[in-house]
Structures are given as structure tokens and as C-alpha cells.
């Protein structure tokens, strides 16, 4: 069963979509395996670029198909914007390398703010861009500035007749190269406050758009471009005011949930790779495998990369779910982005340490893998940023639960519109959730998930009695450990629900726990240490620590499955 839960391209025949989206995922897989893996990697060390990838994916239709939400679809029934089909995408594209998940992810950034406005000249402008192979590119992020758009120095200039001329450059934005279609966040010359903002599209082709230089050493496209006196008409103006910021925001919201499979497809492949490896290589009469650290590495990867991928699944159903009345995927979706990328590191890491020497051969994914997964905890926000956000939920998730019916699987073919009209992103502390504890007591005979809920039940009572004061509410290196807790505690919450769901052996799900319990305590004591921890709050979080309950028969049984995934899948060459 466990088995089933990893992406593997033998024989993949996902019969929860219809046949159009089966049809494009199998397609997608046999174009990379057909390739295979000595032109994958030679690829990347040489840093060719993927217009190759690129040229497929408009060939077979894929990013219309997928992009294109029902309202721009003229009637096509297989276009539609599907949050379940595209984690899949995201998970097959991470799979064979970060560098065919990004074009990928900066389109979905790229086409956020057009979806989201009412512009319906500007929305065509960009089905057709689709329909005709484009990709799309997200102009926000500065060199100076980064990504704080209170600071743009993008500037539109009335131009005399009821247009602008844009003025200024962006940086770090994927496809700046190529894209047909490409949201540009700036500012308008001589108006005050939030009324100055707008995005406006804009299109690489143009010959006022100069892109000035790839500015990372990769195969990916990552850009500086140039606007001079660029002419933007009334039919460009996607957002103002405060429209503006909140499509900005929103749009990350969206597009920062494809990072999480993006981390799993990657993480999978690697321990493909690894475990074949490792348990087919001998070392003084035995395989690698015999060892106990190697199986215990092996088994904590396995068990991690699972628990990423049943959060991440499960997360889908609430955020296809959403609406104005549940906002629960608010939460869910920066751990998707923080928790679940920074997992990812730690599977890679895990992999590339029991394999050691082997890791570093170019003829390896490994080797790719390892330097590119560093990548994902730092796009969309960084992992601090994240956990500040999360922070923001946990009075109401912790404290304030409320009844929701239970939330479906959500694999059915529709379309996700609400996800365009999520309005104002302000509002965070009013989201409320279902009653976090359910899913811990249904569980509660899984020995450690009923220690991991001790834990839990710690960090309710030191926040209840020793609540961080004025000044700790304000430290945000304080606040970050504390919020390391948390998520732990939403993390576990999600995983239960969907093991659940899709019927994991409880063993498994025990030894998910024990790194969880393990995972808590490292957090407990890193809260431990803060320097403006006090003595009620130094006692409470050493009173939750806790060493896992051991099993070495659960263990074994779980090792089995580790093993069995020795020779499961190997790239075709």
C-alpha cells in the first residue's frame, strides 16, 4: 500500500484523472525517459537551456491545458486551472529536475495576477499566448529591493493621451527571456500612498522589453530585464491600488503550494537511486545495507519523504475546497512551502550521505538533486518568513476550533476559480479550523502518536501557562522556535488525516511518529536555549521532550519497504 504512495514512471496510469489529463502526465514521463538520463544530466552540467522541454509543452498543449482556467477556455472542457492535476505535473516535473519544474512555476506566477484581473482583453491576450506555446513570467522581485513592493522603482510616466510609458528593471524572474505573457508589478509617477501601484502585462517580444543578462550560473533562465519607455495602454492595466498588492500576495499563495511536489519528485527519485545503489554494493562480503546506520538513515528517509508526500496530498483537498468561509489552506499552504521543502533537503541529505562518494559522479541525479533542492526553501519567502506567517494561525488553530463538515479527496475535474478571487489578504486571524485534536485521539493506539500528542498537549500548556510577553511577541527569533513547534503539530494533524484516507498500515504511521517525536523534542530544546526564554518556559519545554517508542519488529517491517524499492525504478539511459 505504503509502496503505491511514490511517484514511480514504470507502468504510471493515474486512473483518479480523466483520460486528457492521464494522457498528458504519461506523455510528459515517456518525452523525459525516451530522452534519458545521460541527456538529462549532460544537459545540466553543460547549462543548456530547456528549450527543448519548452518546445514539448507547447507541442502536446500542456501548459494551455493546465493554466487555462474554464472561464478563458472557450469551451474547451480540458482546459481548467486543477490544483490536483497540477501538484501531479509539478511532482513528475521535480522528479526529473528543478530545472523543468521552474519554467513551469514562474508560468503559473506569471499568469496569477491576469487570472485575477477583470481585464478581459488582457485574460485572451494571454489564453491565446498559451495556446500558442507560451510560457509567463512574474515581474515582481527587484535587485535592490528584492521583493518588497512598497520600494518598486519601476515607474509608469503618464504619456499625454491616457497611457504611461514604463521606466525601470526587475530581477530573479524566471522565463524573462521568452515569456509572451509577463506580469509587471510598478508604480505611477506622481501618485501617493497604496493608489500608486499597478501590474500591467507586458511581453518579452516587444521591442522596449531588453533583457539584460541570465544572472545564475543553471540551465534555467533567470533574468534581469530592462523596460525603456515601454507603452502601456488601458488594455494592459491588470491591477491598481490596493488591487494591486493584494494580487501580488494572492498570487504567491498560489504558486508557492507548487514547491512542496516539486521537493517530493526530486526526494523520490533520489532515494530510487540511492537505495539501489546502497543495497547493491558490497563492502566486506555484505551489502551497504546491512549496516544499522544505513538502514536507519534509509528507513528516516523513506518515512520523511512519505509524511511530506501525505501532507502535501492532503493539503490539496483543502485548498481546492477553499472559499470565502473556509480559508483553512492558508495555513496549510506555507508548511507545503516550509516545511515540506526544508523535508526535502533532509531526504537528499540523507541519501547523499549513505552514498557518499558515489553522489558526487555527474553521471548521477544525485548530484543535481543535492545542489538544486537548496533552492525551494528560498523561493516564494523564505522558511522565516513562512513561519512568521504561520505564527498568525495559531492562537485560532490551537485554541479556538470550530465544527466544518470533513473535507473530501479532491481528485475530481473541476475548475478552481476560487483561487482568482481570494480578495483582500489581510484577515489571517480570523480563519478558523476544525478541531486539531480529532484526528490525534482517532490515532491515539499508535504508540507514538500518542506520545507525539504529549508533546503537543506541552506546547498548549505553555502557551496557556507561561505565554510568551509583550517583548517575546515581538522577538522574532523567539517566535520563530515557538512556531517550529506549532507546525509540527499541524503537520502531524494533516498526515493522520490523509493516512487515514488512503489506508497506511499503522506501522507505518508509527514510525512516521517517531521522527516527529524526535523532530519536537530538537524544537523544544532549540526553544530551550532563546535567550529570552523564561524559567516557566525553559521547564514546560523540557518537560515535552521525549525519546520515541521503539519497535525493532515495526522497524524491520518498514525497512522491508524501504528495500523493496531497491531496483523499483531506474531512468531509462
Avoid at 543535481?368 to 498568525?392: F, R, S, W, Y
Avoid at 480529532?438 to 502518536?449: D, F, L, Q, R, T
Avoid at 514546560?540 to 524501504?562: N, S, T
Wanted: proline share 4%; hydrophobic share 40%.
Amino acid at each position: 500500500m505504503s509502496k503505491a504512495l511514490l511517484l514511480n514512471p514504470k507502468g504510471y496510469d493515474p486512473q483518479r484523472f480523466d483520460a486528457e489529463t492521464r494522457r498528458l502526465l504519461r506523455a510528459t514521463i515517456d518525452w523525459f525517459e525516451a530522452r534519458g538520463k545521460h541527456k538529462l544530466v549532460e544537459d545540466y552540467h553543460a547549462k543548456v537551456f530547456y528549450s527543448d522541454f519548452l518546445e514539448f509543452a507547447a507541442k502536446e498543449g500542456l501548459f494551455a491545458t493546465f493554466f487555462t482556467p474554464a472561464a478563458n477556455a472557450d469551451g474547451n472542457a480540458g482546459k481548467r486551472w486543477d490544483t490536483s492535476r497540477i501538484a501531479e505535473l509539478s511532482e513528475i516535473l521535480g522528479f526529473y529536475g528543478l530545472n523543468y519544474w521552474y519554467p513551469m512555476q514562474v508560468t503559473v506566477l506569471g499568469l496569477g495576477p491576469v487570472w485575477q484581473s477583470g481585464n478581459d482583453v488582457a485574460r485572451k491576450r494571454a489564453a491565446d499566448a498559451l495556446d500558442a506555446g507560451g510560457v509567463a513570467a512574474f515581474g515582481l522581485s527587484e535587485k535592490d529591493h528584492g521583493a518588497d513592493i512598497y520600494s518598486s522603482d519601476l515607474v509608469l510616466t503618464p504619456d499625454g493621451s491616457g497611457g504611461y510609458l514604463a521606466n525601470g528593471s526587475k530581477y530573479y524572474i524566471g522565463n524573462g527571456n521568452c515569456a509572451g505573457t509577463v506580469s509587471v508589478f510598478g508604480r505611477i509617477d506622481g501618485v501617493e500612498g497604496q493608489d500608486q501601484y499597478v501590474f500591467f502585462y507586458a511581453d518579452s517580444n516587444h521591442p522596449n522589453y531588453h533583457v539584460v543578462k541570465n544572472i545564475v550560473p543553471s540551465q534555467m533562465y533567470v533574468a534581469e530585464f530592462r523596460l525603456e519607455d515601454y507603452p502601456v495602454h488601458a488594455e494592459d492595466l491588470l491591477h491598481t491600488g490596493a488591487d494591486a498588492f493584494s494580487a501580488a500576495l494572492n498570487t504567491v499563495n498560489i504558486g508557492k503550494f507548487n514547491l512542496c511536489f516539486g521537493g517530493i519528485g526530486m526526494a523520490t527519485h533520489t532515494l530510487y537511486e540511492g537505495i539501489t545503489h546502497a543495497h547493491n554494493r558490497i563492502l566486506y562480503g555484505n551489502p551497504v545495507t546491512d549496516f544499522p546506520h544505513v538502514r536507519r538513515e534509509f528507513v528516516d528517509a523513506y518515512t520523511r519523504l512519505t509524511a511530506m508526500k501525505l501532507f502535501s496530498d492532503r493539503a490539496v483537498d483543502y485548498f481546492r475546497s477553499a472559499n470565502a468561509d473556509d480559508r483553512r489552506y492558508l495555513l496549510f499552504n506555507p508548511i507545503t512551502k516550509m516545511k515540506v521543502t526544508t523535508e526535502a533537503q533532509r531526504v537528499i541529505a540523507q541519501v547523499a550521505d549513505i552514498v557518499a562518494a558515489k553522489g558526487f559522479e555527474s553521471d548521477n541525479y544525485l548530484a543535481l538533486a543535492k545542489v538544486d533542492v537548496d533552492g525551494l526553501p528560498k523561493l516564494e519567502g523564505t522558511v522565516a518568513v513562512n513561519l512568521a506567517l504561520i505564527a498568525k494561525f495559531m492562537p485560532a488553530y490551537l485554541f479556538a476550533p470550530e465544527a466544518y463538515e470533513p473535507v473530501p479527496t479532491r481528485s475530481d475535474a473541476t475548475d478552481d476559480e476560487f483561487l482568482f478571487r481570494q480578495g483582500p489578504a489581510r484577515g489571517l486571524g480570523k480563519v478558523r479550523f476544525h478541531d486539531w485534536r480529532a484526528a490525534y485521539e482517532k490515532a491515539s493506539a499508535i504508540p507514538n502518536v500518542a506520545r507525539f500528542t504529549e508533546q503537543a498537549e506541552g506546547l498548549v500548556k505553555l502557551l496557556t501557562e507561561a505565554t510568551p510577553d509583550e517583548a517575546q511577541q515581538k522577538d522574532l527569533d523567539f517566535g520563530l522556535a515557538l512556531t517550529e513547534l506549532f507546525t509540527l503539530v499541524v503537520y502531524g494533524g494533516l498526515i493522520l488525516e490523509q493516512a487515514e484516507i488512503v489506508g497506511v498500515e499503522s506501522e507505518l504511521v508509527d514510525q512516521i511518529f517517531d521522527f516527529l517525536v524526535r523532530d519536537f523534542s530538537a524544537a523544544a530544546v532549540e526553544l530551550l536555549g532563546k535567550s529570552s526564554s523564561t524559567d516557566a518556559q525553559q521547564a514546560l519545554a523540557l518537560a515535552a521532550i521525549r525519546k520515541p517508542v521503539v519497535d525493532a519488529d515495526r522497524f524491520g517491517r518498514v525497512w522491508e519497504q524501504v528495500r523493496g524499492l531497491s531496483g523499483a525504478y531506474e531512468m531509462a539511459p
